[in-house]
Protein backbone atom coordinates (compact mmCIF):
# COMPACT_ATOMS: atom_id res chain seq x y z
CA UNK A 1 0.00 0.00 0.00
CA UNK A 2 1.24 2.88 -1.04
CA UNK A 3 0.67 6.20 0.85
CA UNK A 4 0.45 9.42 -0.64
CA UNK A 5 -0.43 13.59 1.16
CA UNK A 6 -2.57 15.49 -1.59
CA UNK A 7 -3.23 18.74 -0.72
CA UNK A 8 -6.20 20.44 -1.89
CA UNK A 9 -6.81 24.16 -1.77
CA UNK A 10 -9.37 26.49 -3.38
CA UNK A 11 -10.74 29.71 -3.68
CA UNK A 12 -14.42 28.42 -3.07
CA UNK A 13 -16.23 25.27 -1.62
CA UNK A 14 -13.62 22.87 -3.54
CA UNK A 15 -16.32 20.50 -4.73
CA UNK A 16 -14.71 20.32 -8.13
CA UNK A 17 -10.97 20.12 -7.02
CA UNK A 18 -12.58 17.69 -4.62
CA UNK A 19 -14.06 15.42 -7.33
CA UNK A 20 -11.18 15.73 -9.88
CA UNK A 21 -8.85 14.36 -6.60
CA UNK A 22 -11.06 11.27 -6.14
CA UNK A 23 -11.26 10.53 -10.01
CA UNK A 24 -7.71 10.63 -10.55
CA UNK A 25 -6.63 8.52 -7.30
CA UNK A 26 -9.28 6.23 -8.70
CA UNK A 27 -7.04 5.28 -11.46
CA UNK A 28 -4.32 3.38 -9.02
CA UNK A 29 -4.14 0.34 -7.30
CA UNK A 30 -3.21 0.23 -3.43
CA UNK A 31 -3.21 3.63 -2.91
CA UNK A 32 -4.26 5.32 0.70
CA UNK A 33 -4.22 9.04 0.15
CA UNK A 34 -4.43 11.17 2.85
CA UNK A 35 -6.30 13.99 1.83
CA UNK A 36 -5.91 17.72 3.24
CA UNK A 37 -8.72 19.75 2.59
CA UNK A 38 -7.92 23.69 2.17
CA UNK A 39 -11.14 25.72 0.80
CA UNK A 40 -12.21 29.42 0.97
CA UNK A 41 -8.43 30.08 0.50
CA UNK A 42 -8.84 33.98 -0.42
CA UNK A 43 -5.85 35.77 1.82
CA UNK A 44 -2.30 35.45 1.79
CA UNK A 45 -2.28 34.92 5.90
CA UNK A 46 -4.63 31.66 5.36
CA UNK A 47 -2.56 30.68 2.63
CA UNK A 48 0.51 31.12 4.41
CA UNK A 49 -0.80 28.85 7.56
CA UNK A 50 -2.14 26.38 5.28
CA UNK A 51 1.91 25.86 3.67
CA UNK A 52 3.25 25.03 7.49
CA UNK A 53 0.86 22.14 7.29
CA UNK A 54 2.02 21.23 3.56
CA UNK A 55 6.17 21.71 4.54
CA UNK A 56 4.84 19.07 7.66
CA UNK A 57 3.13 16.88 5.53
CA UNK A 58 5.10 17.09 1.82
CA UNK A 59 3.14 15.81 -1.05
CA UNK A 60 1.19 16.66 -3.98
CA UNK A 61 -0.46 19.95 -4.04
CA UNK A 62 -3.47 20.72 -6.40
CA UNK A 63 -5.46 23.85 -6.84
CA UNK A 64 -8.17 26.22 -8.15
CA UNK A 65 -7.10 29.49 -7.48
CA UNK A 66 -7.93 32.18 -9.28
CA UNK A 67 -6.43 34.97 -7.58
CA UNK A 68 -3.09 35.81 -9.30
CA UNK A 69 -1.33 37.04 -6.70
CA UNK A 70 -2.13 34.24 -4.12
CA UNK A 71 -1.54 31.66 -6.95
CA UNK A 72 2.14 33.11 -7.69
CA UNK A 73 2.15 32.88 -3.96
CA UNK A 74 1.56 29.46 -3.95
CA UNK A 75 3.42 28.24 -6.64
CA UNK A 76 6.75 30.07 -5.34
CA UNK A 77 6.31 28.47 -1.81
CA UNK A 78 6.07 25.20 -3.89
CA UNK A 79 8.81 25.66 -5.72
CA UNK A 80 11.12 26.09 -3.00
CA UNK A 81 9.68 22.89 -0.97
CA UNK A 82 10.27 21.09 -3.93
CA UNK A 83 6.79 20.10 -3.69
CA UNK A 84 5.08 18.78 -7.57
CA UNK A 85 2.00 21.32 -7.29
CA UNK A 86 -0.98 21.26 -10.69
CA UNK A 87 -3.24 23.46 -11.24
CA UNK A 88 -6.05 21.66 -11.94
CA UNK A 89 -8.27 23.30 -14.22
CA UNK A 90 -5.52 24.70 -16.61
CA UNK A 91 -5.08 21.99 -19.28
CA UNK A 92 -8.71 21.75 -20.13
CA UNK A 93 -8.91 25.82 -19.72
CA UNK A 94 -5.75 26.38 -22.13
CA UNK A 95 -7.47 24.25 -24.76
CA UNK A 96 -10.73 26.09 -24.28
CA UNK A 97 -8.53 29.09 -24.86
CA UNK A 98 -6.77 28.04 -28.14
CA UNK A 99 -10.33 26.79 -29.48
CA UNK A 100 -11.84 30.27 -28.39
CA UNK A 101 -8.98 32.39 -29.61
CA UNK A 102 -9.27 34.03 -25.93
CA UNK A 103 -8.02 34.61 -22.22
CA UNK A 104 -9.78 32.98 -19.52
CA UNK A 105 -11.57 36.15 -17.35
CA UNK A 106 -9.82 34.89 -13.98
CA UNK A 107 -6.32 34.15 -14.67
CA UNK A 108 -3.55 35.17 -16.99
CA UNK A 109 -2.46 33.28 -19.79
CA UNK A 110 0.67 30.68 -19.50
CA UNK A 111 3.22 32.90 -21.67
CA UNK A 112 2.32 35.80 -19.07
CA UNK A 113 3.17 33.17 -15.80
CA UNK A 114 6.25 32.35 -17.39
CA UNK A 115 7.25 36.02 -18.34
CA UNK A 116 6.67 36.41 -14.72
CA UNK A 117 9.11 34.39 -13.78
CA UNK A 118 11.02 35.06 -16.18
CA UNK A 119 11.76 38.20 -15.18
CA UNK A 120 11.90 37.65 -11.64
CA UNK A 121 14.76 35.73 -11.88
CA UNK A 122 16.38 38.19 -14.07
CA UNK A 123 15.61 40.92 -11.35
CA UNK A 124 17.10 38.51 -9.10
CA UNK A 125 20.51 37.81 -11.27
CA UNK A 126 20.75 41.79 -11.78
CA UNK A 127 20.19 42.34 -7.51
CA UNK A 128 23.35 39.55 -7.16
CA UNK A 129 25.54 41.21 -9.65
CA UNK A 130 25.24 44.51 -8.20
CA UNK A 131 25.51 43.84 -4.95
CA UNK A 132 28.53 41.01 -4.90
CA UNK A 133 32.20 41.82 -2.90
CA UNK A 134 30.36 43.90 0.02
CA UNK A 135 28.89 46.58 -2.52
CA UNK A 136 25.55 48.01 -2.07
CA UNK A 137 25.10 47.55 1.60
CA UNK A 138 22.85 49.98 1.62
CA UNK A 139 20.31 48.10 -0.06
CA UNK A 140 20.59 44.37 1.89
CA UNK A 141 16.97 44.58 3.39
CA UNK A 142 15.89 44.03 -0.24
CA UNK A 143 18.28 40.71 -0.75
CA UNK A 144 16.63 37.13 0.18
CA UNK A 145 19.94 35.72 1.31
CA UNK A 146 23.46 37.15 2.29
CA UNK A 147 26.35 34.43 2.18
CA UNK A 148 29.71 35.83 4.58
CA UNK A 149 32.68 34.31 4.55
CA UNK A 150 36.16 35.21 4.21
CA UNK A 151 37.78 35.57 0.78
CA UNK A 152 37.85 32.29 -1.93
CA UNK A 153 34.95 30.57 0.60
CA UNK A 154 32.63 30.46 -2.64
CA UNK A 155 30.97 33.36 -2.17
CA UNK A 156 30.11 34.48 -5.35
CA UNK A 157 29.86 31.78 -7.53
CA UNK A 158 27.14 30.20 -4.55
CA UNK A 159 25.25 33.88 -5.08
CA UNK A 160 25.18 33.50 -9.09
CA UNK A 161 23.52 29.73 -8.85
CA UNK A 162 20.61 31.21 -5.72
CA UNK A 163 20.22 34.38 -8.02
CA UNK A 164 19.56 31.99 -11.00
CA UNK A 165 17.00 30.17 -9.12
CA UNK A 166 15.44 33.11 -7.87
CA UNK A 167 16.75 34.40 -4.62
CA UNK A 168 17.97 38.07 -4.51
CA UNK A 169 21.36 37.44 -3.17
CA UNK A 170 24.27 39.72 -1.37
CA UNK A 171 27.28 38.47 -0.33
CA UNK A 172 30.50 39.86 1.77
CA UNK A 173 33.83 39.35 2.05
CA UNK A 174 35.21 39.04 5.78
CA UNK A 175 38.17 40.82 6.69
CA UNK A 176 39.96 40.73 10.57
CA UNK A 177 41.26 44.24 9.68
CA UNK A 178 38.02 45.93 7.79
CA UNK A 179 34.54 44.41 9.99
CA UNK A 180 31.55 44.41 7.87
CA UNK A 181 29.27 47.54 7.91
CA UNK A 182 26.68 47.33 11.68
CA UNK A 183 23.67 47.15 8.75
CA UNK A 184 24.67 43.97 8.91
CA UNK A 185 23.57 43.09 12.36
CA UNK A 186 20.65 44.43 11.81
CA UNK A 187 19.03 43.15 8.63
CA UNK A 188 15.33 41.97 9.29
CA UNK A 189 14.42 40.30 5.72
CA UNK A 190 17.11 38.54 4.71
CA UNK A 191 18.51 34.87 5.51
CA UNK A 192 22.07 35.28 6.80
CA UNK A 193 24.37 32.34 6.16
CA UNK A 194 27.96 31.63 7.05
CA UNK A 195 30.43 29.94 4.45
CA UNK A 196 33.50 28.23 5.79
CA UNK A 197 36.12 26.21 4.57
CA UNK A 198 38.98 24.12 6.04
CA UNK A 199 42.49 26.22 6.30
CA UNK A 200 44.25 23.35 4.37
CA UNK A 201 41.58 23.96 1.28
CA UNK A 202 41.49 27.72 0.98
CA UNK A 203 45.26 28.11 1.46
CA UNK A 204 45.27 25.96 -1.85
CA UNK A 205 42.40 27.77 -3.45
CA UNK A 206 43.55 30.92 -2.91
CA UNK A 207 47.62 29.62 -3.69
CA UNK A 208 46.11 28.48 -7.92
CA UNK A 209 44.16 32.33 -7.76
CA UNK A 210 47.40 33.43 -6.83
CA UNK A 211 49.13 31.67 -9.78
CA UNK A 212 46.49 32.25 -12.27
CA UNK A 213 47.62 36.10 -11.77
CA UNK A 214 50.89 35.75 -12.06
CA UNK A 215 51.52 36.98 -8.67
CA UNK A 216 53.73 35.40 -5.90
CA UNK A 217 52.02 32.09 -4.42
CA UNK A 218 53.80 32.63 -0.92
CA UNK A 219 52.16 35.87 0.72
CA UNK A 220 50.44 36.85 4.04
CA UNK A 221 47.06 35.76 1.94
CA UNK A 222 48.01 31.74 2.35
CA UNK A 223 49.95 32.03 5.35
CA UNK A 224 48.79 29.12 7.65
CA UNK A 225 48.65 31.48 10.75
CA UNK A 226 46.64 34.04 8.86
CA UNK A 227 44.15 31.71 7.22
CA UNK A 228 43.92 29.92 10.61
CA UNK A 229 43.03 33.55 12.57
CA UNK A 230 40.51 34.73 9.35
CA UNK A 231 38.66 31.78 10.15
CA UNK A 232 38.57 31.56 13.77
CA UNK A 233 37.44 35.53 12.65
CA UNK A 234 34.52 34.29 10.97
CA UNK A 235 33.50 31.58 13.20
CA UNK A 236 33.17 33.76 16.31
CA UNK A 237 30.68 36.05 14.21
CA UNK A 238 28.76 33.08 12.96
CA UNK A 239 28.15 31.98 16.44
CA UNK A 240 27.64 34.92 18.14
CA UNK A 241 24.95 35.88 15.76
CA UNK A 242 23.58 32.75 15.15
CA UNK A 243 23.88 32.34 11.15
CA UNK A 244 23.43 29.05 9.45
CA UNK A 245 26.82 27.65 8.89
CA UNK A 246 27.55 25.82 5.38
CA UNK A 247 31.20 24.01 5.18
CA UNK A 248 32.09 24.34 1.14
CA UNK A 249 35.17 22.20 1.75
CA UNK A 250 33.43 18.71 0.08
CA UNK A 251 30.79 20.68 -1.46
CA UNK A 252 29.66 21.74 -4.82
CA UNK A 253 28.17 24.95 -5.62
CA UNK A 254 24.87 23.12 -6.23
CA UNK A 255 25.22 21.21 -3.11
CA UNK A 256 25.46 24.12 -1.03
CA UNK A 257 23.09 26.17 -2.26
CA UNK A 258 20.55 23.30 -2.03
CA UNK A 259 21.42 23.48 1.31
CA UNK A 260 20.82 26.89 1.15
CA UNK A 261 17.81 26.78 -0.42
CA UNK A 262 16.48 24.31 2.53
CA UNK A 263 17.82 26.41 5.14
CA UNK A 264 15.83 29.40 3.71
CA UNK A 265 12.63 27.61 3.46
CA UNK A 266 12.74 26.80 7.00
CA UNK A 267 13.77 30.91 7.10
CA UNK A 268 10.55 32.04 5.89
CA UNK A 269 7.92 29.19 7.46
CA UNK A 270 9.47 30.68 10.88
CA UNK A 271 8.81 34.67 9.51
CA UNK A 272 5.20 32.89 8.91
CA UNK A 273 4.74 31.72 12.28
CA UNK A 274 6.12 34.58 13.94
CA UNK A 275 3.95 36.98 12.03
Not at 42 to 64: C, K, W, Y
Not at 232 to 260: L, Q
Amino acid sequence: MSRIHLHLLSDSTGETLENIAKAAIGLFENVEAIRHFWPMVRSEVHLDRIMQEIAANPGLVLFTLTNHVLRRRLETRCRALGLPHVAALDSVADALSNILGQETRTRPGRKHILDEAYFARIEAIQFTIAHDDGVGHENWEEADIVLAGVSRASKTPTSIYLANRGYKTANIPLVPESPPPRSLYSLKHPMIVGLTVSPDRLIQIRRNRLLSLNQAPETAYVDNEKVQEELAFARRMFADNGWPVIDMTRRSIEEAAAAIINLFNDHVLGEGAAS
